[in-house]
């Protein structure tokens, strides 16, 4: 998508901050470090392999993914509240790590730093978001904050087991609000949203951490705001499993194809910055 747009003349990495969650915090770390259209390049070329390093199968199975899903689906529903929520799944999530021990992390953090083009945080401003584990309180991890961006994106995209860092454990940023957390752009003149989730979310309406009314309170704020789903091309290319990894390379495509067409569509709103 970012490259689809830049190709089209709108350069979405020119800007005063990046926000990432969950695997956007690995989509920020890699469009501030290096130029996009080789990431995608790699991204349509490279064989999809899983994370043991051996050509993965045409279809991954889902059934970890179903089973993390039911499990943490059955605690938001259970939750009173957002914060009530955020302790629940951490306290869960706890549970599985005493009986994990060490590896898990380590093995993850691993995996992350291959899919990173650099390690060292960015000179463009970027905050990604996690939740702690032990307390429910969300978290914002930034080049300030003493954490490398390894730790930081691993600690961002940890949606099962919480990733250990030090005495710290981390859940998925997308715990804080929802995928989105586009309320951390308050403030700012223009924001651009790509929410590859369609600005669903697993939460209850009635606690207004949906991106319509992040949006809403945005706009109010006198931001600029320009949310971005995927077309019935890129839904298509996503498939019915988004944990699916051989639908990586046609995702790609149909969202570079997307991002051209919308860059035409955004140009006199890119240019007002």
């Not at 350069?11 to 501030?32: E, F, H, K």
């Not at 869960?92 to 021990?101: P, T, Y």
């Not at 995209?157 to 030090?166: A, F, I």
């Not at 988004?242 to 051209?260: L, N």
């Amino acid at each position: 998508m970012l490259a689809g747009l830049q190709d089209g003349g709108l350069d979405a990495t020119d800007v005063d901050l990046v926000i990432g969650t969950s695997a956007g915090a690995t989509a920020a770390a890699q469009m501030t470090a290096v130029e996009l259209r080789p990431l995608l390049e790699a991204t349509l070329s490279a064989a999809v392999t899983n994370t043991a390093g051996r050509t993965a199968p045409a279809r991954a199975s889902a059934s970890p993914a179903i089973d993390h899903m039911e499990r943490t689906q059955r605690i938001i529903d259970a939750a009173p509240n957002l914060a009530e929520m955020r302790r629940a799944l951490g306290a869960a999530a706890l549970e599985l790590d005493a009986a994990a021990g060490e590896e898990w992390s380590a093995r993850w953090r691993g995996i992350v730093a291959s899919r990173l083009p650099s390690h060292a945080w960015p000179s463009t401003p970027v905050v990604l978001t996690a939740v702690d584990a032990r307390t429910g309180d969300p978290v914002l991890l930034d080049r300030h904050g003493g954490v490398d961006l390894v730790d930081a994106v691993a600690a961002s995209t940890s949606s099962g087991l919480p990733y250990r860092l030090g005495t710290a454990r981390y859940l998925d940023g997308g715990y804080r609000t929802n995928a989105d957390n586009a309320d951390l752009a308050a403030g700012y003149a223009q924001v651009l949203v790509l929410s590859p989730f369609g600005g669903r979310s697993r939460t209850p309406a009635a606690w207004g951490t949906h991106l319509a009314t992040q949006v809403e309170v945005l706009r109010a704020g006198g931001s600029a705001v320009v949310t971005v789903y995927p077309d019935d091309a890129s839904l298509t290319a996503f498939g019915g499993d988004m944990m699916d990894v051989s639908r990586r390379p046609p995702a790609a495509r149909a969202g570079f194809e997307q991002g051209r067409t919308l860059a035409l569509e955004m140009a006199g709103w890119w240019e007002r910055r």
